[in-house]
């Protein structure tokens, strides 16, 4: 069959191509992530910081 290898390369093209975004998507998603804990994480930080001062007096 002639028209088989020609899909078949458009096939893996397709394929490659939405690897390649699912993989920046994850990137972009897992760096959003961690951005948040980050600041999740300073403003408990801050808050215990700001019981312990006011607990202190």
Do not use: S
Not at 4 to 23: S, V
Not at 29 to 41: A, E, P, Q, S
């Amino acid at each position: 069959n002639m028209f088989q290898g020609p899909r078949r390369e458009a096939n893996a093209t397709i394929l490659t191509l939405i690897t390649m975004l699912m993989g920046k998507l994850f990137q972009w998603l897992w760096h959003i992530y961690m951005d948040i804990i980050l600041h999740v994480l300073m403003i408990m930080h801050f808050e215990f910081l700001l019981l312990h001062h006011f607990l202190t007096f």
